[in-house]
């Protein structure tokens, strides 16, 4: 067995790979960016090299620099993580050339399988079904649109090279296709050095099922049964399961041995997934192999009870798999969720900033247990725009499948950030979503309940808002029961529960809530509290306990009412979590009239996120209609397209190709 492994990657799947490897006593170097200095990641491992500037193609995407940081630190393997440099056949190479072991298939196999066209046609060979489309190598724009116009829409482009969603648009029409190819390209070249792309018929309601597959060096081979990743936004997959509901025994064997054939067809090594899309009817087609450990590996350990990581180091070390077929049963039920730094009720955009406050709930690693976290950031963290925003993945486990979803459920009530948007309420949502929970899956459930898993902002309610009271009060030093009314009985000095001389105590709190501000009000008599909003009075008593600066459990009681929630304040908010949903609460400004009296621009389109401009498509002068596109940024790998609001005409660009621009900032006026 290796003594030190390099890891080639960052975030969770680096830390997640080097606490495995702590676990078998090996030694670990991790790599790093300049964004990356005090990451997790580095924190985990025993050893750190720098490889260069923020961006990718600066650091992570730079197979020399890693090298040299595996020759330097005396490793003798590298783990590739996945993204990044993980699906790369000359990086493979080059590890073999500098005899350092790539903990990952053959270079040759990455080659067959790297290239989803190539993968397609190998797949045709060997019999196995294929959506229709073209994967071709003739890549002319004129004649890729001819060919999806013959495919008939909706159609679906995809990076040759790609994974994890991105180089990847569903085109509706025969006019979409053009910008739609050259977004792709560009954001295929972008994340992977390659624009080749392929077309497909667009499925309208598939499941996406895929099988983990592992062959080691003496030609054994092993399926480790399925996962359904249906459930998707934007093509990334949000909830991953395993096993997949549904899945008859037959067809679970068809798909697992039709996996391991592929996976022999090119004499893999390692561990590698084996997608296919089904249809309602049980028919499945290939689409692709990823010659990587999955992001949703976590689901696979879970029901089988094996740490996949341990088994790519062993059979990279030369041992055999540990584990034969007949070895292999499935236990139980798992569910992994994606906790993102992004704002699920602005099309999902990624969400830039400082984790102020970070709360996971516990959990058990790498093996059989209730819950899980894998997480590569901590609280004080940034999310910066260079890397992918993924905070966190929750992975439950449980007896059925409906237990795990009620254990989802409580984990995610117990995930709490502060500082970035989060999509924790709308995993809620979604494991309270009815198709999802009778299992009615489809890569299209998200869009077509998009009424219920993003419902438009609603006011706070009363419980929501004595949250907030009490929080504010005991951070004034009051408590909210007579019971409880001095900290030191002896002295009536020490007394924090609002008394006066009179009797009678009034404060008022006023916020700001969805852009409406409302007055709390809080009277102290001789007989306890009383809360009154909207003319409504009730009898509130509560007690509050300040876990630190900028946060407190509150339990409390509105006339005989009880709640429980959690509140963390941070920059003049007050964020409430309640059960998995969260609610942020603002301080009235004062000087909202000055900014009401003065003069604004209209027409001027700002920026939803920090990231580059990558793309100008209009100029000065121009005359644009409603929804035309005027630009296009980039921000963690993803394009964001900037419209026109109206018909109008161009004023003024502000920023050119190449500029990096922050959050909110005016990029073009349009009159």
């Not at 993980?86 to 590890?95: D, L, P, Q, R």
């Not at 059925?400 to 709308?426: D, S």
């Amino acid at each position: 067995m290796f003594k030190k492994i390099l890891i080639a990657n960052r975030g969770e799947i680096a830390c997640r790979v080097a606490a495995t490897a702590r676990r078998m006593g090996i030694q670990t170097v991790a790599v790093y960016s300049d964004a990356d200095a005090g990451a997790a990641h580095v924190a985990a491992c025993d050893e750190s090299v720098y490889i260069g500037g923020s961006e990718p193609r600066a650091s992570y995407l730079r197979a020399d620099a890693i090298l040299q940081a595996a020759r330097q630190t005396g490793a003798q393997a590298i783990h590739p993580g996945y993204g990044f440099l993980s699906e790369n056949e000359s990086f493979a190479h080059a590890c073999a050339e500098a005899g350092i072991v790539f903990i990952g298939p053959p270079a040759s196999s990455i080659a067959a399988m790297g290239s989803k066209s190539a993968a397609k046609a190998l797949m045709e060979t060997a019999g196995v079904p294929l959506v229709p489309g073209y994967h071709g190598d003739n890549q002319d724009a004129e004649f890729l649109h001819r060919q999806a116009d013959q495919i008939g829409y909706p159609v679906l482009i995809k990076a040759s090279a790609g994974g994890g969603g991105k180089g990847m648009r569903i085109v509706k029409s025969s006019q979409e296709f053009p910008d739609a190819l050259s977004s792709c390209q560009r954001e295929a070249i972008s994340s992977f050095g390659d624009d080749r792309v392929l077309v497909e018929r667009y499925l309208t309601k598939p499941r996406h099922i895929e099988i983990q597959v592992f062959a080691d060096t003496f030609g054994n081979t092993v399926y480790l049964f399925e996962r359904d990743c249906s459930v998707q936004r934007r093509h990334q997959k949000v909830i991953e399961e395993a096993p997949a509901p549904g899945m008859t025994e037959e067809r679970r064997r068809e798909m697992g041995e039709a996996a391991v054939a592929a996976a022999k067809a090119v004499g893999y090594v390692g561990a590698g997934t084996v997608e296919f899309i089904a249809e309602p009817d049980g028919r499945f087609y290939f689409m692709e192999m990823n010659t990587r450990l999955q992001v949703e590996h976590p689901v696979t350990e879970m029901i089988t009870g094996y740490d996949l990581v341990e088994w790519q180091l062993r059979v990279a070390a030369g041992e055999p798999l540990p584990a034969e077929q007949d070895d292999l049963f499935i236990e139980g039920h798992a569910i992994e969720a994606r906790i993102y730094a992004e704002n699920p009720e602005k099309g999902f955009l990624p969400s830039i900033g400082t984790l102020s406050h970070l709360a996971l709930p516990d959990h058990v690693k790498f093996e059989i247990g209730d819950i899980r976290v894998d997480g590569g950031v901590r609280q004080g963290d940034t999310i910066s725009p260079f890397y992918d925003p993924m905070i966190a993945k929750l992975i439950v486990w449980a007896d059925t499948r409906e237990q795990a979803i009620a254990r989802m459920q409580q984990a995610l009530a117990q995930t709490r950030a502060v500082g970035v948007n989060t999509n924790v309420a709308f995993l809620g949502r979604l494991m309270q979503n009815s198709a999802f929970a009778t299992a009615d899956l489809d890569t299209g459930l998200i869009e077509k309940h998009s009424e219920q898993l993003l419902p438009p902002a609603m006011q706070a309610n009363v419980f929501t808002l004595a949250s907030l009271a009490a929080a504010v009060m005991a951070k004034q030093g009051q408590t909210g029961s007579t019971s409880n009314r001095y900290t030191n009985k002896t002295d009536p000095w020490a007394a924090t529960d609002g008394w006066r001389l009179s009797g009678h105590y009034t404060q008022y709190i006023r916020v700001v809530d969805n852009d409406e501000t409302r007055i709390i009000k809080l009277d102290k008599t001789a007989a306890g509290w009383q809360l009154t909003l909207n003319d409504i009075s009730y009898d509130f008593t509560w007690q509050v306990q300040i876990t630190s600066d900028q946060s407190c459990q509150c339990s409390l009681s509105l006339n005989g009412s009880n709640h429980q929630a959690s509140v963390v304040m941070h920059n003049e908010q007050a964020h409430i979590f309640e059960n998995g949903a969260i609610t942020i609460i603002g301080k009235p400004d004062e000087l909202q009239h000055a900014a009401d009296d003065s003069e604004t621009h209209g027409g001027g389109l700002t920026a939803p996120m920090p990231g580059k401009i990558i793309s100008l498509l209009v100029k000065a002068g121009d005359t644009v209609t409603k929804g035309q596109a005027l630009l296009v940024m980039e921000a963690m790998k993803m394009e964001h397209t900037i419209t026109a609001p109206d018909d109008g005409k161009v004023e003024e660009v502000f920023y050119e190709v190449g500029d990096q621009v922050t959050e909110g900032v005016e990029l073009i006026t349009v009159e």
